[in-house]
């Protein structure tokens, strides 16, 4: 297991007439999450992408528990449970900061595909380099 | 069942650097076909939420088959197979217009609340009164 | 002078917390106006891009007059008065459809570069080809 | 004078099919500045709208230099040179945060209205009494 951790603070843009944060701006905190998670593991997402592969997004889905509000600022912890092969599962859960309250969870599921031909492939080797360690 | 159609165009800044609409974007059609689709049952949201009844999302799931890209547009198909009752579940499938397509598929389930007290209710009278015709 | 006209319909999302369509947005539904323009004028924006030229804006200015909300249609006018040389000023005027009461105005200045250098470039030929007959 | 800084990430979302941040984004991040700005100066903007005060944006203009793109760091200063009367003029500049490069460069005019009645009014005294140390 590899987990990352990211503090976001809600934007004034990201509420809507509800006044708390629009449902779909969670999809976009998992993937700064997924992006922090990334890059801790240490291959930002720049230089995946920079090494010819790309990471589209094969389904979403996301729970949620608590809105939150201009103000807040929220936890994201971003998991990784197994060793990912033709796709990788991330788990997210985000977590109003101050209270501890579970705001969302969510499971992104994505693929790799070579940028240029844009075919599938398995996990790059420069990423899974990196991954091996917490699954053995 | 009740269905209603729309149908949209991609905006530039929906891509991002994949040359793509980014997938968070998905999550805002759905929410265009389900104001388009309540709009067609002859409650608009924004007369809705005048009555003082919201409709926070619970969860949302989201399957990516293809990508769309600037210069497409979608069609989107938004369905209610059931009645609701504490909560409505949405069924969105979008395809390319111009190829049919499925772009992706996706289920959305809603609550209803009061705006003032943010208290959970059962679907509002004046939206049962318009969907119970299309389940009996 | 060339003008193109555009209708859209205010998004839920696009509200912020004041209930009113987020003040960024109109930069976007700008956008929105001059792909619309630049189609009409017979070379759609993607087409363009293939043909290895992008428009990066240069700057923006915008000046809000009324609010609008969930619901709104706005009539999007955009209009260009003079021929592009190493940039285009491109001016837009966004009216509430139903009263026809003015929303914003704005300017946008974009230039024009090739796609693989980044190097800027006048306005490239398939573009002023079209726009000539206009300001002859 | 009273000034404010920010560091920002650009998220992957943010940037279009051209590989860098959507123009329109910077408008958005200089209401990030903006919020930083205020809270600096000891009044969270939640808390001024709990006080019946909305601040709309009445006008902006942004001058774009340098694309920023996945990856960079933004650093956002944020300015007041007068004390604001009916108006409030706030200065943003974007650079680089690695390289030092100005990014971007924009002035945003915003108003007070009173947020039952919408009506304008003058900077709010919660406001004022904070900013007067800073212009005398």
Redesign the interface.
């Known amino acids: 297991m590899v987990t990352s951790e990211l503090d976001l603070e809600v ?3 990201e ?6 944060v ?4 969670y ?2 905190y998992f ?2 999450g997924r ?1 922090k998670w990334i890059r801790d593991v240490g291959l ?3 230089e995946l ?1 920079a090494s010819g592969i ?1 990471m ?9 528990k608590l ?1 939150s ?3 807040d600022v929220l936890h994201i912890v971003t998991t990784v449970k197994e060793m990912p092969m033709a796709r990788i599962n991330v788990y997210t859960t985000i977590t109003n900061k101050k209270t501890g309250d579970v705001v969302c969870t969510g499971k992104v599921v994505l693929g790799f595909i070579h940028s240029d031909t844009r075919r599938p492939t398995r996990v790059p080797e420069n990423l899974a380099v990196r991954l091996r360690p917490f699954f053995e």
Chains 1, 2, 3, 4 share one sequence.
Do not use: A
Not at 56 to 64: A, F, I, K
């Open positions: 934007r004034y843009y509420t809507d007439l509800m006044g708390i629009h449902h779909s701006n999809i976009r993937e700064c992006n930002p997402i720049e992408e790309m589209p997004v094969s389904s979403v889905e996301c729970h949620y809105p509000k201009m103000g």
